[in-house]
T-cell receptor, first 114, second 111 residues
Framework: GAGVSQSPRYKVTKRGQDVALRCDPISGHVSLYWYRQALGQGPEFLTYFNYEAQQDKSGLPNDRFSAERPEGSISTLTIQRTEQRDSAMYRC????????????FGPGTRLTVL | QKEVEQNSGPLSVPEGAIASLNCTYSDRGSQSFFWYRQYSGKSPELIMSIYSNGDKEDGRFTAQLNKASQYVSLLIRDSQPSDSATYLCAVNPPGRRALTFGSGTRLQVQP
């Protein structure tokens, strides 16, 4: 079956622009996670949704970052007024239930801020 | 102290040998532990999960958990060149759904 999909796969933007990254989880998966991964590091948690409810946003680095999942399926991570330090791979993951079970990762969006 | 610590490697083993990857974690209340494999330029994929003290085997892979020592390991038997990748240890801290990852250990299996 289809896995987690993310779009765009690559995004190049200029400093100060807003970007929106999209995640389409595995069908039926209740939980959705956003992570950011720097080169040579493991993924770093940003935020978590259970259905449409954003239950943990403790990893969002500042108020330029926001996320939503209005219908409990597709999620959008928005970064406003991008800065060069925002350049990274942004990964989405989903899991079947609300318990701490297996998270399946999408291919990621490589964001480059010039 | 990092929440999840791994030796960055590279760990180099000959083909057919046993590769041993180690991970320590700081939060004693953690309950769920995962090993992900990540090939260069690809996304992490789950290879093992373990929740109880002891060993869990799946094919050539064995995960070992020792909660008293706050230590989890992954053994890969009969290592193959195709096992060459970065192995990420991940932990669920108590009360949280998100995973905390280590920085990964790069494994190189020499033909």
């Amino acid at each position: 079956g289809a896995g987690v999909s993310q779009s765009p796969r690559y995004k190049v933007t200029k400093r100060g622009q807003d970007v929106a990254l999209r995640c389409d989880p595995i069908s039926g998966h209740v939980s959705l996670y956003w992570y950011r991964q720097a080169l040579g590091q493991g993924p770093e948690f940003l935020t978590y949704f259970n259905y449409e409810a954003q239950q943990d946003k403790s990893g969002l680095p500042n108020d330029r970052f926001s996320a939503e999942r209005p219908e409990g399926s597709i999620s959008t991570l928005t970064i406003q007024r991008t800065e060069q330090r925002d350049s990274a791979m942004y990964r989405c993951a989903s899991s079947l239930g609300s318990s701490a079970d297996t998270q399946y990762f999408g291919p990621g969006t490589r964001l480059t801020v010039l | 102290q990092k929440e999840v610590e791994q030796n960055s490697g590279p760990l180099s083993v000959p083909e057919g040998a046993i590769a041993s990857l180690n991970c320590t974690y700081s939060d004693r209340g953690s309950q769920s532990f995962f090993w992900y494999r990540q090939y260069s330029g690809k996304s992490p994929e789950l290879i093992m999960s373990i929740y109880s003290n002891g060993d869990k085997e799946d094919g050539r892979f064995t995960a070992q958990l020792n909660k008293a020592s706050q230590y989890v390991s992954l053994l890969i038997r009969d290592s193959q060149p195709s096992d060459s990748a970065t192995y990420l240890c991940a932990v669920n801290p108590p009360g949280r759904r998100a995973l905390t990852f280590g920085s990964g250990t790069r494994l190189q299996v020499q033909p």
